[in-house]
């Protein structure tokens, strides 16, 4: 039996070949109009970062309320259109206001509370759903 050779003899090509890159070109879409304005709105004790189209859970508003309904923030703490023109409130922007639409109202997960004390046997447990608002932002003045 003849020992085979594991070293092959690899020719390796004289000629090089070049691999072209070809560009593609993007077809010009005409995109959709996304506003470049944000803000950031004080409600329920919290902060958010705004923007149109975006939906944000906040805490339950006091009344009554159903999926739907407009809402108003007239808290806000800082207005920016998207063209270099930022306001700060102090401690809010008098002349802004953000404008919302409730999409959803619900209740958060359960949260449980544990109370315990060591060596009096001791244990009591509690659970809590916090109430919530789904609100879809839709402009801000």
Do not use: C
């Not at 506003?35 to 939906?55: H, L, P």
């Not at 108003?72 to 401690?91: A, E, I, M, R, S």
């Amino acid at each position: 039996m003849p020992v085979q050779n594991k070293a092959k003899n690899k020719e390796k090509p004289v000629n090089k070949v070049e691999k072209k890159v070809t560009k593609i070109e993007k077809e010009n879409k005409p995109k959709e109009e996304k506003s470049d304005w944000f803000a950031v709105i004080e409600t329920g004790g919290k902060q958010y970062k705004v923007n149109a189209g975006k939906r944000v859970k906040i805490e339950k508003i006091i009344g009554e309320y159903k999926e739907g309904d407009k809402l108003v923030f007239d808290k806000v703490l800082l207005f920016d259109d998207g063209k270099g023109n930022t306001k700060f409130g102090t401690p809010y922007v008098s002349e802004s206001r953000v404008e919302g639409s409730i999409k959803q109202i619900g209740k958060a997960k359960k949260v449980m509370v544990v109370k315990y004390k060591a060596k009096s046997r001791y244990l009591k447990r509690n659970g809590h759903r916090q109430p919530f608002f789904e609100v879809e932002i839709l402009t801000a003045k």
